[in-house]
C-alpha cells in the first residue's frame, strides 16, 4: 500500500507526543508553602484542583512529622532538665550546713511523695536558707516558706492558721513552723505541683514561687522578676559545672513548648479549613 498523501491544499498536521511537565522543585515547595491560601480560595471554585489538594496533604504530612519530632524533643528536654535537678545538687561554697535531723526529714517525705530529696532541698535552700522560722513581707512561713492558704489546704484540721509570726503562738507539732509539718506539707504541694503541670518541674517551681495563677503557658520566661531570681539562685546550688547546662535547658525547655502549641493551634486551623473544602466539594 502506498503512503497516504495529503488533500490539495490542506497541510500535514503532525503530531506531536505528549510529555509529562517536568518538576519544578521551587514552584512545588512554593506550592505546598501556600497550600493552606489556595484551598482556601479553592472552596470557591466550581471544581477542586488536585494539585492544590495533594500539595496540601504533604504540607500536613510535614507538619505532624515536625510536631511529633519536636514533641519527643521537648520530652527529652524535660527528662535532662529533671536529671539536672536531681542528681547534680551540691552545696555551693557558704551555704548553710544542714542537719542531720532535717536531712532525715527530707529523705522520708521525699521518698514517700516520690520528689528528688536534692529539688527539695534546694528549695529549701533558695526559700528560707534552711532557717525554720523564715517569715516573708507577704507572709510565707518556715522552711519551705508556706503561704497560709497552702498550709490550711493541707491540713485543714490544724489548729494553726498559718497567719501567726514565730514565737506568737505555740500549736506543738500541729504548726506552720515546726520543721517536720513544713516540709511535709511543702512537699505534698511541690509534688501536686509536679503532677499538674505533667512533669515539667521547672513550671512547677515558678508556681510554687509565684503561684499557680501567676504562671502564663503562653510566656517563654517567668512573669515576675523576683521568680526569675529565684530559679537562678535554684541553679546556684547545682554543681558549678552544670549551672549553664541547667539555664540552656530551662529555656529550650520552655521555647520547645511555645512553639509546640503554637503548631497544634495552626495544625487545628489548617484541619478546619480542610474541612470546609470537603463540604464544599464532597458533600
Avoid at 225 to 232: C, D, I, Q, S
Wanted: glycine share 6%.
Amino acid at each position: 500500500m502506498g503512503t497516504s498523501r495529503p488533500l490539495p491544499g490542506t497541510r500535514p498536521v503532525k503530531k506531536v507526543k505528549s510529555r509529562k511537565e517536568k518538576g519544578n522543585l521551587p514552584l512545588k515547595i512554593f506550592r505546598i508553602v501556600c497550600s493552606p491560601l489556595l484551598l482556601f480560595v479553592d472552596i470557591f471554585r466550581a471544581r477542586p484542583s488536585p494539585r492544590v489538594f495533594k500539595a496540601f496533604l504533604w504540607l500536613m504530612l510535614a507538619l505532624i512529622l515536625l510536631m511529633t519530632g519536636l514533641f519527643f524533643w521537648v520530652d527529652r528536654q524535660e527528662t535532662r532538665l529533671q536529671e539536672v535537678l536531681g542528681s547534680y545538687f551540691s552545696y555551693a561554697a557558704g551555704a548553710i550546713p544542714v542537719s542531720t535531723e532535717i536531712q532525715e526529714i527530707i529523705h522520708r517525705n521525699a521518698l514517700l511523695f516520690n520528689v528528688s530529696p536534692q529539688l527539695v532541698t534546694a528549695v529549701i535552700q533558695a526559700e528560707s536558707s534552711f532557717d525554720p522560722e523564715a517569715y516573708s513581707p507577704k507572709g510565707a512561713c518556715g522552711l519551705m516558706q508556706l503561704t497560709p492558704l497552702v498550709w490550711q489546704a493541707y491540713n485543714p484540721d490544724s489548729k494553726c492558721n498559718g497567719r501567726h509570726r514565730p514565737g506568737e503562738k505555740n500549736h506543738g507539732r500541729d504548726c506552720i513552723y515546726n520543721i517536720e509539718a513544713n516540709i511535709a506539707t511543702g512537699v505534698r504541694y511541690l509534688k501536686d505541683l509536679i503532677d499538674y503541670f505533667d512533669g515539667e518541674t521547672g513550671r512547677a517551681l515558678e508556681a510554687y514561687n509565684a503561684g499557680l495563677t501567676n504562671v502564663d503557658l503562653e510566656k517563654i520566661r517567668p512573669k515576675y522578676r523576683e521568680t526569675r531570681a529565684y530559679l537562678g539562685r535554684i541553679g546556684q546550688l547545682l554543681a558549678r559545672d552544670e549551672l549553664r547546662s541547667f539555664v540552656n535547658l530551662y529555656d529550650l525547655n520552655r521555647y520547645g513548648r511555645t512553639i509546640l502549641r503554637g503548631l497544634f493551634l495552626v495544625a487545628l486551623f489548617l484541619w478546619a479549613v480542610f474541612l470546609f473544602w470537603v463540604k464544599k466539594h464532597y458533600t
